[in-house]
């Protein structure tokens, strides 16, 4: 059974730093995707970062890339998102989510990249709280 466990979260002030670890366990092979969203209060879910752990290819949302940067540690199975120069509208609930890669059928067979669309990933954490003071 694929489960993923956030930690990490609080409150940080504007311009502070904050972590994010993701603890994922039950893949049975190392070609997976892990990905982090986040949902504000009266918002949409949105992607934040997603990458491959296998060969480490990633994606991040335009706005956000330069400041968030994903990272994993696959001997412990856990991926990160350290998030530098918080603003308040970082605000939000941040999940982590994860599914088996992909590959187009072609021949020789070709890694679909990482996606942020949240239709694509079958597991995901109970989320964990980000809060940014002004």
């Known amino acids: 059974e694929v489960q993923l466990v956030e930690s990490g979260g609080g409150l940080v002030q504007a311009g502070e730093s904050l972590r994010l670890s993701c603890a994922v366990t039950?893949?049975?092979?190392?070609?997976?995707?892990v990905a982090w969203f986040r949902q504000a209060p009266g918002k949409e879910r949105e992607g934040v970062s997603c990458?491959?752990?296998?060969?480490?290819?990633?994606n991040y949302a335009t706005a956000l890339e330069g400041r968030f940067t994903m990272s994993s540690d696959n001997a412990k199975n856990t991926v990160y998102l350290q998030m530098n120069s918080l603003e308040p509208d970082d605000t939000a609930v941040y999940y982590c989510?994860?599914?088996?890669?992909?590959?187009?059928?072609?021949?020789?067979?070709?890694?679909?990249?990482?996606?942020?669309?949240?239709?694509?990933?079958?597991?995901w954490g109970q989320g964990i709280q980000v809060t940014v003071s002004s």
């Open positions: 990458m491959s752990i296998k060969d480490g290819s990633r």
């Open positions: 039950g893949f049975t092979v190392e070609d997976y995707v």
């Open positions: 989510a994860a599914d088996f890669r992909t590959w187009f059928a072609s021949n020789p067979p070709i890694p679909v990249a990482p996606t942020l669309e949240p239709d694509m990933y079958s597991y």
